[in-house]
């Protein structure tokens, strides 16, 4: 997978305002605010900034949180981890390095035991009933 780099002001026009805090500047979305949350389709989750493939519909679950979470990333190496913070490791993108949320272990699944909690103005979804 090629690195996808941009200047920040090529990530400021791309992304709208509230997109370019959460992804470029570290940020997160208020708790229960995206409208990711509910989401219950076919189909997979993509980074918003560059349509990297991030998680598939069957990893995600209801957490509580308030967060889009999943157990398990669509591709091994579609994320990154990185350093520990709020109790969990931040996950970025592989390929645009954009910040979409944190990684904690204590996911529903003992196969994974992951649970990413990921801001939904970080991703969009791409249905498979199209």
């Avoid at 109790?87 to 949320?101: D, M, P, R």
């Amino acid at each position: 997978m090629g690195k996808l780099v941009k200047s920040e002001k090529e990530w400021k026009k791309k992304l709208s305002s509230v997109e370019y805090g959460v992804l470029r500047g570290q940020g997160t979305e208020r708790p229960f605010t995206s409208r990711l949350l509910e989401e219950k389709r076919t189909g997979d989750f993509l980074c918003v900034a560059c349509g990297n493939k991030l998680f598939s519909s069957e990893a995600k679950f209801e957490s509580g949180t308030g967060w889009p979470s999943f157990d398990k990333v669509k591709d091994g190496g579609a994320v990154v981890l990185g350093v520990r913070e709020h109790g969990g490791h931040e996950v970025s993108c592989k390929k645009c390095g954009g910040h979409l949320g944190h990684a904690f272990s204590d996911g529903p699944l003992i196969s994974t035991g992951k649970r990413y909690c990921i801001n939904g103005v970080a991703l969009k979804f791409s249905s498979k009933n199209k």
